[in-house]
């Protein structure tokens, strides 16, 4: 599984649990939870689309 899925996962699940909350303040904190996962997989997703078109090529490999 690649680790954008993993982190869209993650989200889910925290968004769930803060459905889930009787606590505000605890429904917010795992908001803002899903928030970051959500922005890590778009990160990570990022980050594999412009490696894939444009690798890196490591130093020494001339």
């Known amino acids: 599984m690649r680790q954008g899925t993993s982190f869209r996962l993650m989200a889910s699940d925290a968004a769930r649990q803060a459905k889930e909350a009787t606590d505000q303040a605890e429904a917010l904190r795992l ?31 001339d």
């Open 31 to 61: 908001l803002q939870m899903a928030h970051y996962w959500i922005s890590a997989a778009d990160n990570e997703d990022w980050l594999n689309a412009n490696s894939i078109h444009h690798p890196v090529r490591s130093l020494g490999s």
